[in-house]
Each structure stands twice: as structure tokens, then as C-alpha cells.
């Protein structure tokens, strides 16, 4: 595997960030794990508990709901902001993604956080960074299928940062469920001792998940997202009323989206065991429906569990 090529000035603006709004906010900003590990060590010898809210950043209502709760839960609220770039594959939107870091942090300054973590690329991974955490069983279907290096990008990074903070508990959305149901196996699997809590979806009114890659949406675009939640929510009333097959639960989805979201390009629309992701084939319990669209520049994830 080539060695990365991450430098400590791979974004001089976040650098600049802290000299820029310090003075005004209680909330520390810090960029070094050293510094960031040396302060919740402070924190947990003084009987202090801490709750981790990892981001990459352009926040919206979702991410304020996830760092209020996260407020409720400890003594001390961390959150991160860093747009990892080993979750991200080489066709993917790493350098477009959508940042706005001064905003972000008057977000989290505003809701209570104690820290926001900033680090660049070159302070979280050494240049002949070696170590992945994988969880392939469960990352390498759903999302993993068209995007395979993620979620070992994601459960790298995660790792690291539990590490970093000894958090007690993180707290992260269920829009990406795949992601917390991977990390609650990586968590029980190496003993990580740390509590992982989700917070439900929030939306728009008209039902589309919020997303920082919301932005990306043209006008027509955005009028037709709101229908991936509409098809979920037809299948969720299939499912309670009865029905069993996967594959009816399917194409009656499909048969919507072909009708009403004539825009979008469909990723994957699965039926899988919530907790471990294997896929079903009938709905004897638990099912979760979980899809990707792609809409133009934006790949819109969701999902709802069609019998809880």
C-alpha cells in the first residue's frame, strides 16, 4: 500500500482558526492529540466523565442535536472536526467536500462544547501510517460495496480518537447506521471501554435527511429527494400490515422511486438484520431497509426500520 502523503499544513486556514476566534469563546480549540489527550487525562483524574462527538464538520440541526445530547451526558463535551480523508476513495468528494470551519465552531461554542478537536490530516496520521481497523464482514456490504475503503477509514479514525480522549461516551446518528452498528462491533469486539448512544434521523420538513452533502442538490433535485423517505416509509406500512418478502418489500420501493424520483440513480436498497447487517430474505424480526441514492453531485443515504 503507497504511504500517505499528509503534511501539518495540508490546511493553513485551521491553523489561522484559533489566533482568529479564540479570544471570544470558552470552548479551548486544539489542533495536537497530544495536547487534546494531556487535557482529558486532566479531566478524568479529577472524576470527570467525557462524551466524544466525531464530526467532519459543516454543521446543520442534525449535528446540533447529536452534540446537545452528547452535552446532557458527561461532565466534559469533546467534539471533533475532521474530514477524514482514508474514509474517502480516490473518485470520491474529498476535496469538495463542504467546510466552513469558523462556523463550526461557533456552533459548538454555542452548545456547550469544551473542546473542539481540529486537527489536520498530518496530526492524526504519520507518513508511513501502517494500522487499519477493519470490520469486513459488515463494512464491505450496504455502502462498502461501492465504497470500499470506508468504513475501515471510519473505524481507524474512531479508534483513534477514543483513544486520544478515553471518552466514556460518543454519541452518533442513526442516518448512518451502518456505520454505529460496524463501530458497536469494533467497540465490543477489542474491548474499547467506551458507551456508544445514537440519535435518531433529523430531516426537513418534507422528510429528506439532513446531510452536509444536501448542498450539493440543484433545485429540481432537492423537489425530488424528499421521495427516498416517502418509498421507506411505503415499505414500513407494507411490513406492519403483513407482508414478509423481501423481495415484494423491494420492488414495490423501486416501483415508487421509478414513478417519483426520476433523478436519482439508485446505489443499493437492502433488508438486513439491524444489529449485524446480514442480509434477509423474509421478515421473521428485526429488519432494517437502508438505501443509497445518488442525485447529481450528492449520494443520499437512508433507512427505517420496517419492524423494530
Not at 105 to 126: F, K, N, Q, S
Amino acid at each position: 500500500m503507497p504511504r500517505l502523503s499528509f503534511t501539518k499544513t495540508s490546511h493553513p486556514c485551521i491553523r489561522m482558526l484559533s489566533a482568529t476566534i479564540l479570544p471570544y469563546l470558552d470552548m479551548q480549540i486544539i489542533h495536537s492529540p497530544t495536547q487534546l489527550s494531556e487535557q482529558c487525562r486532566t479531566w478524568r483524574k479529577a472524576g470527570e466523565t467525557i462524551c466524544l462527538v466525531p464530526t467532519m464538520g459543516y454543521y446543520h440541526a442534525g449535528h446540533e442535536d447529536l452534540m446537545a445530547h452528547g452535552r446532557r451526558l458527561a461532565d466534559r463535551l469533546v467534539v471533533s472536526l475532521f474530514v477524514n480523508p482514508t474514509q474517502f476513495g480516490p473518485n470520491e468528494d474529498l476535496a469538495a467536500y463542504p467546510r466552513d470551519p469558523a462556523r463550526d465552531a461557533a456552533i459548538a461554542e454555542r452548545i456547550g462544547a469544551d473542546v473542539l478537536y481540529m486537527p489536520t490530516p498530518g496530526d492524526m496520521y504519520a507518513e508511513d501510517h501502517a494500522t487499519w481497523v477493519d470490520v469486513p464482514e459488515m463494512g464491505h456490504q450496504l455502502c462498502g460495496i461501492s465504497r470500499p475503503v470506508h468504513f475501515r477509514g471510519v473505524c481507524t479514525v474512531v479508534l483513534k480518537l477514543f483513544n486520544i480522549t478515553g471518552a466514556d461516551v460518543a454519541v452518533f446518528g442513526e442516518k448512518d447506521w451502518q456505520q454505529q452498528a460496524i463501530l458497536r462491533r469494533m467497540v465490543r469486539d477489542l474491548n474499547v471501554p467506551v458507551r456508544i448512544e445514537t440519535r435518531a434521523t433529523v430531516r426537513e420538513k418534507d422528510g429528506l435527511a439532513l446531510s452536509s452533502r444536501n448542498v450539493y442538490l440543484t433545485p429540481e433535485e432537492r423537489e425530488q429527494a424528499p421521495q427516498i423517505r416517502k418509498a421507506l416509509l411505503l415499505a414500513q406500512k407494507l411490513a406492519q400490515a403483513g407482508e414478509t418478502s423481501v423481495r415484494r418489500l423491494r420492488e414495490s420501493v423501486l416501483v415508487y422511486w421509478a414513478e417519483h424520483l426520476t433523478l436519482g440513480r439508485l446505489d443499493y436498497l437492502s433488508i438486513v438484520d439491524p444489529e449485524n447487517l446480514a442480509p434477509l430474505s423474509e421478515i421473521t424480526g428485526p429488519a432494517l431497509m437502508a438505501c443509497a441514492v445518488r442525485m447529481g453531485k450528492a449520494r443520499l443515504i437512508d433507512n427505517i426500520l420496517l419492524r423494530p
